[in-house]
């Protein structure tokens, strides 16, 4: 693997900004990706092997800012993918596998 997906993040007044960072030349990142719709952290991401998803996270809301929403990147544009059955937020771990058409969505979430 010779690039990193960098988004959402701390602090949320800039954690829309999306970056692809090239390991075999750290001077070029790939500056023509739209911004994550969401400003959000303690979201989780993986890569499908057709493209990259991220879900859940929060948006700063008190009480209640989990976030449900999954999102993917295709052609450096973020699209809506699919909705989980609730928030979550600081997800620490995600596993999303695609059988045929079907993705499965297995994470471990602090909440």
Not at 9 to 14: I, Q, T, V
Not at 60 to 71: A, D, F, I, N
Not at 74 to 96: C, D, M, V
């Amino acid at each position: 693997m010779t690039k990193i997906l960098v988004s959402t993040g701390r602090p949320r007044n800039s954690a829309t900004k999306t970056e692809i960072i090239n390991l075999d030349n750290k001077n070029l990142t790939c500056q023509d990706l739209e911004d994550f719709p969401l400003a959000i952290q303690g979201a989780v991401g993986s890569n499908t092997g057709s493209f990259p998803v991220i879900c859940g996270g929060w948006n700063g809301s008190v009480p209640v800012g989990s976030v449900k929403q999954c999102y993917k990147l295709k052609s450096g544009r973020w699209q809506h993918f699919a909705n989980l059955t609730q928030g979550y937020e600081y997800i620490w771990f995600a596993l999303i596998i695609q059988i045929d058409n079907i993705f499965s969505i297995l994470f471990w979430s602090a909440t």
